[in-house]
């Protein structure tokens, strides 16, 4: 779970690295112009439903750290709670911008780190429901596989809309979606975890999604697995999913 702290966690670890290679492989793959439609629109339906939902559960690092979490998500703004032993973490992210608190010291996020950050089980469907925008780019890599389940893979990308340029918003932007060919639910997605103090140090982030469950109508995976540059980083265990309860928006400041 991408609570904010976790930058710092992986810098410790010493897992950052400068990923030009990986970005000029992944420019150099071959694409398909015929996206699976009907994925993007199943996609694309849910978040219009989802006007509010929280989120409870545990989260354990791969260091055996383990604590309690709440999410709680109103549109595009978040608020995360991790409760940990040794600390405790809060972030909120609205209209782009945000913040974390580690025990009671407040640190603003920097803009190449909000921009895009979203809770992991509604993440790809808030972006893929983005992909109608005009400055969307969406790219249909094509069949894979993903731990035997065929998925089709999508990468979702944004042209700026102010003066960042073009290739700094892709980079910010890029989002890897593996949908099960046959339900349509989400298997995999890849993004990227990245410095605060630059955009071009950044890790891969393998999330995986399984155990899921209907809540109010919609699939939630209650089982999120990730790994951070191909090792293990944390495993999410969801205990309750309520959606459309009526949030205020005090709640995210």
């Known amino acids: 779970m991408r609570?904010?702290?976790s930058c710092d966690h992986i810098n410790q670890s010493n897992h950052f690295w400068t990923n030009a290679n990986q970005?000029?492989?992944f420019r150099q793959r071959p694409s398909c112009n015929n996206p699976p439609r009907s994925g993007l629109g199943h996609v694309g339906a849910v978040p219009g439903f989802i006007?509010?939902?929280v989120t409870t559960g545990t989260l354990t690092y791969s260091d055996g750290s383990a604590g309690n979490f709440k999410i709680e998500t109103k549109g595009s703004s978040v608020r995360?709670?991790?409760?940990l032993p040794d600390k405790s973490l809060v972030s909120v992210?609205?209209?782009?911008q945000g913040y974390v608190q580690v025990n009671g010291t407040r640190r603003t996020l920097p803009p190449h780190?909000?921009?895009y950050s979203g809770p992991y089980y509604l993440s790809a469907l808030l972006r893929m429901t983005n992909s109608a925008q005009?400055?969307?780019?969406?790219r249909y890599i094509g069949k894979d596989t993903v731990n035997g389940i065929s998925v089709h893979h999508i990468v979702l990308t944004f042209l700026p809309t102010d003066a960042t340029p073009v290739d700094a918003e892709a980079l910010i932007s890029e989002f890897h979606v593996f949908l099960d060919a046959q339900s349509l639910t989400l298997v995999k997605t890849q993004s990227f975890h990245f410095s605060p103090v630059a955009i071009e140090n950044r890790s891969i982030c393998d999330t995986y999604f399984t155990d899921y469950r209907k809540v109010q109508g919609v699939m939630i995976p209650f089982h999120i697995t990730e790994q951070?540059?191909?090792?293990p980083y944390s495993e999410i265990v969801v205990s309750d999913v309520a959606l459309n309860s009526g949030l205020s928006d005090a709640d995210f400041q």
Do not use: E, P, T, Y
């Not at 995360?80 to 409760?83: H, I, M, P, R, V």
């Not at 992210?93 to 782009?96: A, E, F, I, P, Y």
């Open 93 to 96: 992210v609205k209209g782009g």
């Open 134 to 138: 005009a400055n969307a780019q969406v």
């Open 228 to 231: 951070v540059a191909g090792q």
């Open 23 to 25: 970005r000029r492989n």
């Open 113 to 115: 780190i909000a921009k």
């Open 3 to 5: 609570f904010f702290d």
């Open 80 to 83: 995360q709670q991790l409760d």
């Open 51 to 53: 006007q509010d939902s």
